[in-house]
């Protein structure tokens, strides 16, 4: 079908040589969507990029991981048919990206194209941030993330940056930006995935339990950590500890006889992110799951992960536990403003709201993660937590983050590996690398 109106192919017809001039008088505008497009694409990413108003039809094969979409759809007759076939044209777990410059500028383009700095101004659809996301969830798709981006769309040394890298992206500036962007996921994703993966067999999982100075609960949690899926793993990472952790889980390991498939290593770094990376490289399900060896969270809640999961709510499930009303000794007052300040600060830097970027319970698939390992260089090796390398890497590859609240018991063994001054002050130093690597660009 064709999806530009006659008006706006006429219009493209006409004005197509100063099209091109005005394009490379412009290329500062149009180099800084080139990058945002290229930030936003993950490398090796088949990818589709529609620049062109008069496109008149997209083969929809399934094939593609991203389709970008750049000041387009306010010359598309109809926008919904369009998102639609992009839809179809997109891989399971697809996504897609839009810029659109922001109904806000008018004024000031239509100055522009008085003045003959940008082409002669038509009307067209005034596409507000409110209709691009109901436009997209008509399609079959939902939002990841959106944002407006660029103060200044003309080249000053220094001033261009400062301004589109900084000020762009500070309240209230950033509901100001000259281009709005939204990335999307289809809608129920993770069911896509699911049906490719196995057809008709519920996937698999692997759990991983990072265990330092724990030893009182390791029989516990083999035995109460509920069957899930088509087969549940438990991947025991020992920490080198001070009590007789590894003997506990030796001798657990050796008379367990459960439905489990139960197995142990111990690590040869630190931290409890060297030890989530190491069991995430030993597992064999076909979902990932982070468990605390300290047993806060119940184990009767990791189906509900799972099942989240697999139906499609989100790429990664991450524990809250800032919902539902604790136990009485199981977080403490300052730990507990810690976690306020630094889910707001992630939930504004990562661009999808998070209540407790620090619960130990995530979830996601492995699919997912070999992407985000492989990605890991953006990042670097940073965490020592294991949670923020998951989250940021997440983040990166927009794939939609849903908290998932659980009920947060006191500890029943043991003391907390968690220094709260050493480690508050890290999570401050990883808030502003995070902002540099995801949120100032």
């Known amino acids: 079908m064709d999806y530009t109106t ?94 659109q410059y922001s109904a806000l500028w008018e004024p000031v383009l239509r100055l522009a194209s008085s003045l003959g700095l940008r082409m002669p101004s038509m009307e067209q659809n005034w596409v507000s941030k409110i209709d691009l996301v109901n436009f997209l969830e008509l399609a079959g798709f939902e939002v990841v993330k959106s944002g407006s981006k660029m103060l200044c769309p003309f080249y000053f040394p220094v001033i261009s940056y400062f301004f589109n890298s900084y000020i762009a992206n500070i309240f209230p500036f950033n509901k100001l930006g000259l281009i709005n962007y939204a990335v999307a996921r289809k809608s129920g994703a993770g069911l896509g995935r699911k049906a490719e993966m196995n057809g008709s067999k519920l996937p698999s999982i692997s759990i991983i ?88 969270v119940p184990p009767e809640d990791v189906p509900k992960f799972y099942q989240a999961l697999v139906d499609g709510r989100a790429d990664f499930i991450n524990g809250s536990r800032l919902v539902y009303p604790m136990e009485k000794e199981s977080m403490r007052l300052l730990n507990f403003f810690g976690n306020k ?44 937590f294991g949670d923020f390398d998951l989250l940021f890497g997440a983040a990166k590859l927009n794939l939609k983050i849903i908290d998932l609240p659980v009920h947060y018991r006191e500890r029943k063994y043991g003391t907390t590996n968690i220094s709260r001054w050493k480690h508050g002050w890290l999570l401050l130093k990883m808030t502003v690398f995070a902002a540099r690597k995801l949120k100032f660009v």
Not at 69 to 88: E, P, V
Not at 265 to 289: H, N, P, T, W, Y
Not at 356 to 368: A, E, M, N, Q
Request: charged content about 30%.
């Open 6 to 99: 006659d008006q706006a192919c006429e219009y493209f017809s006409r004005y197509a040589d100063k099209k091109i001039k005005l394009r490379r008088r412009n290329r500062f505008y149009y180099g800084y969507v080139q990058s945002l497009r290229t930030f936003l694409i993950p490398d090796k990413a088949k990818s589709l990029t529609i620049e062109d108003p008069t496109i008149s039809k997209i083969k929809a094969v399934g094939e593609y991981q991203y389709v970008a979409i750049s000041d387009t759809l306010g010359y598309i007759y109809d926008i919904q048919n369009f998102l639609m076939d992009i839809n179809k044209a997109l891989s399971a777990d697809g996504r897609i990206i839009i810029t």
């Open 341 to 384: 300040f630094f889910s707001y600060a992630f939930s504004t830097i990562l661009g999808q709201p998070l209540k407790d970027t620090l619960c130990g319970t995530k979830v996601l698939w492995k699919k997912d993660y070999e992407k985000i390992k492989n990605n890991r260089a953006f990042f670097g090796d940073f965490d020592p």
């Open 209 to 296: 339990v990072p265990a330092r100075n724990e030893a009182g609960t390791i029989k516990k949690i083999v035995e109460e950590l509920p069957t899930i899926g088509s087969g549940t793993e438990v991947i025991f990472i020992e920490g080198n500890s001070a009590d007789d952790t590894l003997d506990v889980i030796k001798k657990t390991v050796a008379a367990y006889k459960g439905p489990h498939k139960v197995r142990y290593a111990v690590q040869e770094g630190k931290g409890k992110g060297d030890a989530v990376r190491k069991g995430f490289d030993m597992a064999s399900g076909d979902i990932l799951a982070i468990y605390d060896a300290d047993m806060t």
